[in-house]
């Protein structure tokens, strides 16, 4: 099984930053891609970010030149850098590992995920 730990998540004004760390443990050896996923009340689930083990890189067009998501393999964690926080970015943040993005949402395995509020 693979355990994935979520941390960094707070209350900021808009303008500010965060950083989220995730640390994944156990059976992680298939877990190629790790990934953010954020979600607001009465919205959807979304892919935020994701990071394969060899550092590509997708985002959502919404938090494009904000966020930033890096991966550090020897101690098995990934992270978000979040800039120029918006109200809009409020959510819970949840971190996902799996062998692909698309198979992440019905076979990944996820994070208990960490509060992000960002006042106005």
């Known amino acids: 099984q693979v355990q994935l730990v979520e941390s960094g998540g707070g209350l900021v004004q808009a303008g500010g930053s965060l950083r989220l760390s995730c640390t994944a443990s156990?059976?992680?050896?298939?877990?190629?891609?790790m990934g953010w996923y954020r979600q607001a009340p009465g919205k959807q689930r979304e892919l935020v970010a994701a990071?394969?083990?060899?550092?590509?890189?997708n985002y959502a067009d919404s938090v494009k030149g904000r966020f930033t998501i890096s991966r550090d393999n020897a101690r098995n964690t990934v992270y978000l850098q979040m800039n120029s926080l918006k109200p809009e970015d409020t959510a819970v943040y949840y971190c996902?590992?799996?062998?692909?993005?698309?198979?992440?949402?019905?076979?990944?395995?996820w994070g208990q995920g960490t509060q992000v509020t960002v006042s106005s």
């Open positions: 996902a590992a799996g062998p692909t993005i698309a198979a992440i949402p019905n076979f990944g395995s």
């Open positions: 156990g059976s992680i050896f298939s877990m190629h891609t």
């Open positions: 990071v394969t083990r060899g550092g590509s890189t």
